[in-house]
Nanobody
């Protein structure tokens, strides 16, 4: 599977962005799709994940209520809607896929394939 992340940009605090993750080669079938972010000098941090086939979704505590995971089967695309953005949300955002149990979705080293990342910069 080849993933392509897009939708990042420069916004102001309080604004919204929607990130997209498309499977440009292959499909998301039978995968869990996860969103992570990595700020300079920090480790890759879990944001949200959900099953492509099914309704199970989970979020990091830091973004629950502000970020929303969704999917469009017709477009073979997963989204991360980010609202009320804060300066601390500034990072490169990545999507990845895994087939691990729900309890392991938060660990980036369990993901098999990654998109190239899209930069989100939030000015305060």
């Amino acid at each position: 599977v080849q993933l392509q992340a897009s939708g990042g940009g420069l916004v102001q605090a309080g604004d919204s962005l929607r990130l997209s993750c498309t499977a440009s080669v292959g499909t998301f079938s039978n995968y869990v799709v996860g969103w992570f972010r990595q700020a300079p000098g920090k480790e890759r941090e879990f944001m949200a994940a959900g099953r492509w086939s099914g309704g199970t979704t989970t979020y990091a505590d830091s973004v629950r209520g502000r970020f929303t995971f969704s999917k469009d089967r017709a477009k073979n695309t997963v989204y991360l809607q980010m609202n009320n953005l804060k300066a601390e949300d500034t990072a490169v955002y990545y999507c990845g896929v895994t087939r691990t149990p729900t309890s392991l979705w938060w660990q980036s080293n369990n993901y098999y394939y990654w998109g190239q990342g899209t930069l989100v910069t939030v000015s305060s």
